[in-house]
């Protein structure tokens, strides 16, 4: 979940609110990759979730890495819930996962020494206080009254809003974890292909990330449950709009869209005033209910426009939403998979051939095919193995089109960072697979076994 926004006067002008957005576009030297993602930590004794305070718990880990590792703490009502250093963030998921809001970097290279110095850092704190960190799609045991809900404002009105939309909300916000990638975009024309590839190829993500089989215990007949939580959750702000096809689309009509979701809050004076339901449209005429009289910021908009969750979003520069969780080196390859196919133009365009005829119901239908079975999916005449592969290709070209090296110039280009989706397309076999076989071969079952296994 997003920090508060800050900066950016009044709002004057409805214009102001694609400007905003557009003011993003950025020449192709100037494109950078900023790679989050988030995990959940438990006690290695008990193995349950991480309470906020105490001796094994969230606020120590915030604390080790603060005074360990050089981070500056940021506070909400004087109670530490992040980190920043060197245009880089941790923060903290409302049930407690920690996340890496990595800072704007040149190439896949960089991200990975970036993952890579955070995860140690973090088990070096870990490790001396008996706390663990498993990287998964979703909480594999732990049931909803086990997870605590951090102390932070913003999520406080989203627990009571999520228990009024959809089925799915409250366990979104405590038991799943994502792992996602930023991108730029040159222009709006640059913008809306890419946006278009995104959302509809958003289900191969899906796919290939797939790390979440189980579910309070047990298997839960989907590879990703994640995404399956994602399709319950607030029909206002969640999937894959329709509109984002349409002739015509752009900075103006994604602002159109973002209007019309219900908001969550206003942030002022460090509080998180409750605006659940209420209008945008209405905040601009200065007859918004939680503050009358008053008229948005270009923060407030900024704000606004983190609370919406489709399977790709705009903001000054594009998320990639459609991943689970995962070990260690599946953090590089979903940078290195969407870097490959959005920024090199003839990878981009080969992928947009494959899915620019498709309509809405196979976008759609591809998504909940992908959850269930992975790489094992079919809709109609698409296979999503043969898919992967196609795509996986593409990706390839398109980094080592980018010939970004790495060590020193040993390293030629980023194509490396993928090898675990090409095991995974060689086999057709997802990390979901390998659990399920785990769970019911050497495991016997017990799947308290996958905190040994699979943590960090």
Request: charged share 25%; aromatic share 10%.
């Amino acid at each position: 979940m997003s920090i508060p926004q800050s900066g950016g006067g009044p709002i004057t002008d409805h214009a102001q609110l694609a400007e905003y957005m557009a003011s993003g576009c950025k020449p192709r030297d100037q494109w950078r990759i900023g790679t989050e993602h988030e995990k959940f930590g438990y006690c290695k004794d008990t193995l349950m979730p991480l309470p906020y305070d105490g001796e094994r718990s969230i606020q120590a880990v915030l604390s080790g890495l603060r005074d360990r590792f050089g981070w500056s703490p940021v506070e909400e009502g004087g109670l530490l819930i992040g980190l920043e250093k060197d245009g880089a963030n941790i923060s903290l998921e409302p049930g407690g996962q920690v996340e890496l809001s990595g800072g704007p970097l040149d190439n896949i290279h960089q991200t990975c020494d970036e993952v890579n110095d955070h995860l140690r850092e973090v088990k070096a704190v870990a490790d001396e206080i008996g706390v663990r960190f498993i990287g998964l799609g979703a909480a594999p045991i732990w049931t909803h009254e086990e997870m605590p809900l951090m102390p932070k404002g913003r999520y406080k009105l989203m627990d009571g809003y999520m228990g009024r939309v959809g089925t799915m909300g409250r366990v979104m916000m405590r038991r799943t974890c994502t792992v996602q990638v930023n991108l730029d975009f040159a222009s709006e024309a640059d913008m809306v292909q890419k946006l278009r590839v995104a959302m509809a190829l958003q289900s191969v993500a899906t796919a290939l990330f797939a790390n979440s089989p189980f579910f309070e215990g047990k298997p839960n007949g989907h590879k990703s449950w994640r995404s399956r939580v994602w399709r319950d959750l607030d029909a206002d702000r969640t999937g894959i709009p329709a509109f984002v096809f349409e002739d015509g689309f752009g900075f103006e009509r994604w602002a159109d869209y973002a209007l019309d979701v219900p908001m969550y809050f206003v942030y002022r004076d460090g509080k998180y005033i409750d605006a659940l339901g209420q209008s945008f449209r209405d905040f601009m005429k200065g007859k918004l209910p939680a503050l009358p009289g008053e008229t948005p910021t270009l923060s407030d908009w900024a704000d606004h426009l983190t609370t919406l969750f489709p399977e790709a979003r705009i903001k000054k520069y594009m998320e990639m939403r459609g991943a689970d969780g995962g070990p260690w080196r599946r953090l590089c390859a979903l940078p290195a998979f969407w870097v490959g196919l959005l920024y090199d133009q003839g990878a981009l365009d080969a992928a947009w051939d494959l899915c620019k005829d498709w309509d809405q119901e196979m976008r759609l239908d591809l998504r909940v095919a992908a959850s269930v079975d992975g790489l094992q999916a079919r809709v109609g005449d698409v296979k999503m193995h043969d898919l992967a592969r196609e795509l996986l290709a593409i990706s390839q070209a398109g980094l080592k089109a980018r010939a970004r090296p790495g060590a020193g110039g040993l390293v030629p280009d980023e194509t490396h960072f993928l090898n675990a989706l090409v095991e995974s397309v060689e086999t057709g076999r997802t990390l979901a697979d390998e659990l399920i076989d785990d769970y019911r071969g050497p495991w016997n079952g017990d799947l308290t076994r996958i905190y040994a296994e699979r943590s960090y």
